[in-house]
T-cell receptor
């Protein structure tokens, strides 16, 4: 158990819908990262927050947004969902160099 | 951006065999992590090893940063070692991890 929690574990939704994925980092970790794992793109970095502020951005679509709250949990919002958004979404947290990954949320868009 | 290549892409072993997985990267890094993704999709931290050698039970890893590669050794493999092994690196000055395409390992009894 990495100490990073993610909810829900599975999510099935229709095209055009909006979903919110939630992540709670390890106790004391200020940095939260979001990654997407899809069959065609592999594991890719989406975005990083540090203590509530956006720190780095990767190949995150404009339809996607994230935030980190004062209690350090983070949410990833995915809107206008397309079939190609089906993927495993991971959250990771770190206090230093090592990133610890949560169990992931498997999103299926039908 | 930095490129990460892993080899072999697929590996099939009999239980008890040893194996070596390789990770090559195209630029200098200040972070290198090895992960095991189990059949349930969980990413499990194996090693944080930007340089040097580490051992943890039947697993060990070596990174030669000056030559831009890392090796993961699995000895006396077990069926529970099956899954995908990822190497991920971070460039100096960047926060994100860049993942390789993975090595899919199947250990048969």
């Amino acid at each position: 158990d990495s100490g990073v929690t993610q909810t829900p574990k599975h999510l099935i939704t229709a095209t055009g819908q909006r979903v919110t994925l939630r992540c709670s980092p390890r106790s004391g970790d200020l940095s939260v990262y979001w990654y997407q794992q899809s069959l065609d793109q592999g594991l890719q970095f989406l975005i990083q927050y540090y203590n509530g502020e956006e720190r780095a951005k990767g190949n995150i679509l404009e339809r996607f947004s994230a935030q980190q709250f004062p209690d350090l949990h983070s949410e990833l919002n995915l809107s206008s969902l397309e079939l190609g958004d089906s993927a495993l979404y991971f959250c990771a947290s770190s206090a230093g160099s090592v990133q610890y990954f949560g169990p992931g949320t498997r999103l299926t868009v039908t | 951006g930095i490129q990460v290549e892993q080899s072999p892409p697929d590996l099939i072993l009999q239980e008890g065999a040893n194996s070596t997985l390789r990770c090559n990267f195209s630029d200098s890094v200040n972070n290198l992590q090895w992960f095991h993704q189990n059949p349930w999709g969980q990413l499990i931290n194996l090693f944080y090893i930007p340089s040097g050698t580490k051992q943890n039970g039947r697993l060990s890893a070596t990174t030669v940063a000056t030559e831009r590669y890392s090796l993961l050794y699995i000895s006396s493999s077990q069926t529970t070692d099956s899954g995908v092994y990822f190497c991920a690196v971070r460039n100096t000055g960047f926060q994100k991890l860049v993942f390789g395409t993975g090595t899919r390992l199947l250990v048969s009894p």
